[in-house]
């Protein structure tokens, strides 16, 4: 099973030769990121699940019930909010969607697993830091779906062809061919590929001057639209099952 994930939150980059990017046309890039990726899925009938952070998620209503009514799956991305602030969120918006939230992903900042299960989060989905280094790595982890104080904790997945884990570097740098050959040969070892992207890196950079390293404006925008658009491609082809977090767990 191919999982397939989006995290939805707005680049923290500042703009180059000392100018200023607004913190609503940052908004408005994620917005427009977003809409190019749900055109992409639905060209291939393809269904995912997005992590919106949570500081932006009311800001983005419109956005959200658009994702949800195309039937891809609402989750929280937790870049440093506190419980108090997940909860009135959690709350707004499944109100707003009168649907529930059942997943959260977490990234540098990880509140305990407990506090979460009190939020009536049904699974969390936490994520390690990209390294331009890691590929030099051997890396070793468990990729199996494991239940802790009443949550499902799902990994992050590594290729066991290739010893990368399916973050958003490694699908932004990859040839795809090499990308395809890595989901294939993973599928035969595991039961599932959790492969995650960010919106931000949908980003043109050409058009927005945001003050990046150069390996991450690397096909980057357009180029990352067509990646996607070859990998879903390939997935149609070879018949392969995707699947929302929430159904595969559940």
Known sequence: ???????????????????????????????????????????????????????????LQNLIKAISSKGHEIAFYNLNSNLQEIENIKK????????????????DFKLPQHDLKSLEFNYVSNIDNADILFPFKRLKRDTEITEEDGLSIVPESISPYSQLPYNDFVFQ????????????????????????????????????????????SLFSGKKMEDKLDALLTWINEKELATSRMKDYIF
């Open 173 to 216: 740098i990859l040839p795809m061919s090499y990308y395809q050959s890595m989901v294939f040969e993973t599928l035969k070892n595991d039961d599932f590929v959790l492969i995650y992207l960010n919106s931000w890196q949908f980003t043109d950079f050409k058009k927005h001057r945001f003050d990046i390293p150069f390996y991450r």
């Open 92 to 107: 707004s918006i499944q109100d707003f969607l009168e649907k529930q939230v059942r997943g959260i992903r977490q990234k």
């Open 1 to 59: 099973m191919i999982l397939l994930t989006f995290n939805i939150l707005n680049i923290e980059a500042e703009a180059k030769n000392s100018s200023e990017i607004s913190d609503v046309e940052r908004l408005k890039i994620t917005e427009d990121n977003t809409k190019a990726i749900l055109r992409i899925l639905d060209i291939h009938d393809i269904k995912a699940s997005f992590f919106v952070e949570i500081s932006i998620a009311e800001k």
